[in-house]
C-alpha cells in the first residue's frame, strides 16, 4: 500500500518506530489512533492523517465445542 505513494515500507518494533522517529530517521508511520497514544507516538508525528473506515479491520470472534 505504501510502496505506490513513493514510501518505503519499514517493519520494526514499537520501541524502534518511537526511537527513530525521535531522532528522524523515519518521516512516518501507520498505526491505530490508540496505539499512537499509548506509546507516546504523537510526540513526534506532526501532523496525523486518519482514514475514513481505517486501513485494517480485525475480525474477532469465540468458538465454543458444545461437547466441552
Known sequence: MASPLG???LFMSLPE???KLS???????AFTHD???V?????HIKSP????GGIYN???FL??????
Request: charged share 25%; hydrophobic share 40%; aromatic share 6%.
Open 58 to 60: 480485525t475480525t474477532w
Open 39 to 43: 506509546f507516546n507516538l504523537n510526540d
Open 7 to 9: 514510501a518505503s515500507p
Open 23 to 29: 531522532r528522524r530517521i523515519i518521516d512516518s508511520a
Open 63 to 68: 468458538v465454543i465445542d458444545a461437547d466441552k
Open 49 to 52: 492523517t486518519t482514514v475514513p
Open 17 to 19: 518506530v518511537n526511537e
Open 35 to 37: 496505539a499512537m497514544t
